[in-house]
């Protein structure tokens, strides 16, 4: 038994050869013609291959024949190498081309995507144009209707008062009526008929009968005098005063009367331009700019309107410089209630805030109570006007004689 050659021992025992013992085993087989020959008897050309068979026997030009064959094998590799890059080009650009038509399917589709999102685009900004302007007409409605409503309660208001002076009026007339009813007319003093001669005859007689007929008509007719006269003091109204002689040393000095208590004075709003309606933009202007006018703002219930998206503190630094600049332009003096007591309001106040007077309620006082306390508080005789959007403001307000314009207006003519 021929021995295996030292280099390839350490492979002899492997179930799978790595690369390496490919090597060594070929430098060896290479080196060692006794063990090459072993190997050659063992193997056939079939095992090994023409270009394995050579190396193993190498016969008589075995190397020029190695040579050709590995050149034919590098042209087949090379041929086998172009025919695949060749496939591979192939396939790329047919996954190339499909990929093409699949960007330029959705190239369209996307195209077509977007003319539709560009109509349902326009569509939709067309109804919002159209929900705006109904919102715009609805609001601008509401004003009118809030502002009819307003009018429409206080000639109710009005209304009522009338008809409560009006009752007041005819039960004091029907309780005069009552007196009168009760009291019976004062006697006539007794008049003594003139006396009748015994030769006067029956002329006399008539004459004296006469006589007595007119004194008693008389008195009837002085009776019925007094009792109207009770009447009238009784409903406050004055009669023109008859003629009387000189009273009697005993019926001298004054007769009692009843006087009736002066009603106080009452605040008349002020009158706006002919053609100007009282929810307009213009009446709150004309109304600024009355000599001698009061404007008192119901502050948070403006604020909130005007600036509902800004902190408090910065809502009412706006009103407070927009209701500044106001008092510059039209001279009114104008005061702004705030809900509660806050530490920090007068932080937030301009330095030429003087021209307005800022103030907060208690805490456990709204600034609606303040307002119409304030309202009351007035000389009547100074015209006033409260902006306010609240009703139970506008109504109290009306009922004690100011003019009264909404948040809104007061806005409104903040932003002109």
Known sequence: MVPAPVALRPFLHFARLPVRAVVAARRAVDADD??????????????????????????????????????GVAEAGEAAADRRAENEARRRLAGAEAATQRAEAAVTAAQAEASRATAALSEERRARRAVTQEAEDLSRRLEQATGERDRARGERDRAREEAGRAQRKASELKEALEELRRTPP???????????????????????????????????????????????????????????????????????????????????????????????????????????????????????????????????????????????????????????????????????????????????????????????????ARPVVVASSDRRVRDGSAALGANVISSAQLLAALRR
């Open 34 to 71: 006794e063990f090459r020959g072993r190997v050659a008897e063992a193997v056939s050309e079939g095992d090994v291959g023409r270009a394995g068979w050579l190396w193993l026997t190498r016969p008589p030009g075995w190397e020029a024949e190695l040579e050709s064959l590995a050149s």
């Open 186 to 380: 004062p006697a006539p003093e007794p008049v003594a008929p003139p006396p009748v001669t015994p030769d006067a005859g029956p002329a006399a007689e008539d004459v004296q009968r006469a006589a007595g007929a007119l004194l008693q008509a008389s008195g009837a007719a002085a009776g019925m005098a007094t009792s109207l006269r009770q009447a009238a003091v009784a409903l406050g109204a004055e009669l023109p005063q008859p003629e009387r002689p000189p009273a009697r040393p005993e019926q001298a000095g004054p007769s009692p009367r009843r006087e009736r208590a002066p009603r106080p004075p009452r605040r008349v709003p002020a009158a706006l331009p002919p053609g100007v309606l009282d929810d307009s933009v213009e009446a709150a202007d004309h109304l600024f700019r009355v000599p001698g006018m009061t404007v008192l703002v119901d502050g948070y219930n403006a604020s909130q309107l005007g600036w509902f998206e800004l902190p408090i503190a910065e809502q009412r630094r706006r009103l407070v410089d927009a209701l500044t600049e106001l008092a510059i332009r039209t001279g009114a003096d104008i005061s702004v209630v705030f809900d509660g007591a806050d530490p920090v309001g007068p932080a937030v106040v301009p330095t030429t805030a003087r021209l307005v007077k800022v103030s907060f309620s208690a805490p456990d006082v709204e600034a609606d109570d303040v307002v119409l306390a304030r309202v009351a508080d007035l000389d009547p």
